[in-house]
C-alpha cells in the first residue's frame, strides 16, 4: 500500500508563489513516476505535471514556464513550485503515486485558491 500526504496550499494573489509538498509512505519504488493533477468546480481532474526515474518532467502547457515539479527520492517526496500564480490555477491539488503494475495512489488533496 501506498500512502500521500499533501500540503501547501493556500490562498494567494494573482502574480503569487505557493510550494506544494507531497509526501510518500508505503511501498515506493523510486522508478515509479509521481505527479500532481488539480480538479476545478465543475471541471475533469487534469495533469499539472509528472516526473519520472531520471528526473524527466512533463508539464501541461497552461503551466509551462511557471511550475516547477521536482523530487527527491532519499526523502520520497515529490514538489510542486507554482510561480506567476492565476485565477484560472484555483482548484485542488492531488498528488499521485503510479506503481509499476500501473496502479494510482492518490493524496487527499489540497486547496489552491488564486484571489485578490
Known amino acids: 500500500q501506498v500512502q500521500l500526504v499533501e500540503s501547501g496550499g493556500g490562498l494567494v494573489q494573482p502574480g503569487g508563489s505557493l510550494r506544494l509538498s507531497c509526501a510518500a509512505s508505503?511501498?515506493?519504488?523510486?522508478?515509479?513516476?509521481m505527479g500532481w493533477y488539480r480538479q476545478a468546480p465543475g471541471k475533469e481532474r487534469e495533469l499539472v505535471a509528472r516526473i519520472i526515474f531520471g528526473g524527466l518532467t512533463s508539464y501541461t502547457d497552461s503551466v509551462k514556464g511557471r511550475f516547477t515539479v521536482s523530487r527527491d527520492n532519499a526523502k520520497n517526496t515529490v514538489y510542486l513550485q507554482m510561480n506567476s500564480l492565476k485565477p484560472e490555477d484555483t482548484a485542488v491539488y492531488y498528488c499521485?503515486?503510479?506503481?509499476?503494475?500501473?496502479?494510482?495512489?492518490w493524496g487527499q488533496g489540497t486547496q489552491v485558491t488564486v484571489s485578490s
Open positions: 508505503g511501498s515506493i519504488d523510486s522508478l515509479n513516476g
Open positions: 499521485n503515486y503510479r506503481s509499476g503494475n500501473l496502479v494510482d495512489y
